[in-house]
């Protein structure tokens, strides 16, 4: 998509292909008010989600090796078919190693709104040897990112089994915020709730109190948790909202 040009004229949301430093092709979304989002075509991977101000919302490690295969620390890593160690599959799956491609013609969203957003379309399918030696399933995941006007990114996932042959799996936006100090932040939308504790092997506890700090290294899943979950960042007076819908567990670490 392109800009208008001309005095006065509106400015529009624009989807562009860049390539990074490894010649791994990218995708750029950027609003008509100067937020962005880059995704990485390996691993379908948000590596950036920018303000209008050009402030950073999402940590990327320095020393993050970039150049596939392997995968990237930070950003929006998706875990897929499988979340964590819970299976057979390597530690969260495969999808955030394998190169995406751009759907030019996707399945139809007819709930989604393009009004204003810049948006994009991936795919991933088990179309090579390698990932059907490893999950012998046929299958088509869909993704569709968006930056809308007022700067909110959305991920929408769907995944389609394209024969007869049943599959269960497992599927995380594994986030990374860009915070100050951890013991500035607070989470609210947790309380009471049940959660499985990584650090004492997967042990299932009860969630007590209001709002959740972070005092000491934790690991947990949080069990059918509710569809909006907030996170406050006092130092830097910054709030982030995460709504879900589909996806019963919130994981924290």
């Known amino acids: 998509m392109e800009p208008s040009s001309g005095v006065g004229a509106e400015k529009r949301p624009m989807v562009d292909l860049v390539k990074d430093k490894n010649g791994t092709d990218q995708i750029l979304l950027q609003n008509p008010k100067g937020a962005s989002v880059k995704i990485s075509l390996h691993g379908g991977q948000v590596l950036s989600w920018k303000t209008e101000k050009g402030d950073e919302l999402l940590f990327t490690s320095t020393k993050a090796n970039s150049k596939p ?4 620390r930070g950003g929006i890593p998706i875990c897929f078919p499988q979340f964590g160690t819970r ?14 491609l751009v759907e030019n013609d996707p399945p139809a969203l007819p709930s989604f709104d393009a009004t204003g957003k810049a948006y994009v379309d991936l795919v991933l399918k088990s179309s090579d040897e390698d990932t059907m030696r490893i999950w012998p399933y046929s299958f088509e995941f869909h993704l569709r990112v968006s930056l809308a006007l007022d700067g909110d990114l959305t991920l929408i996932s769907r995944v389609r089994n394209i024969n007869s042959k049943p599959f269960s799996f497992s599927i995380a936006y594994h986030t990374y915020f860009s ?16 959660y499985l504790d990584n650090l004492q092997e997967k042990e299932r506890f009860t969630e007590q109190g209001d709002a959740l700090t972070f005092e000491s290294e934790i690991d947990r899943v949080y069990l059918n948790s509710k569809d909006v979950v907030a996170v406050f960042d006092h130092e830097r007076k910054r709030t982030f909202l995460i709504r879900k819908e589909g996806l019963p567990d919130v994981g924290k670490n």
């Open 87 to 100: 299976g057979s599959l390597e530690q969260h799956g495969f999808a955030r190693n394998k190169m995406w």
């Open 179 to 194: 915070i100050s100090d951890i013991s500035e932040v607070r989470l609210e939308g947790l309380e009471t709730l049940d």
């Open 69 to 72: 295969p392997h995968p990237v």
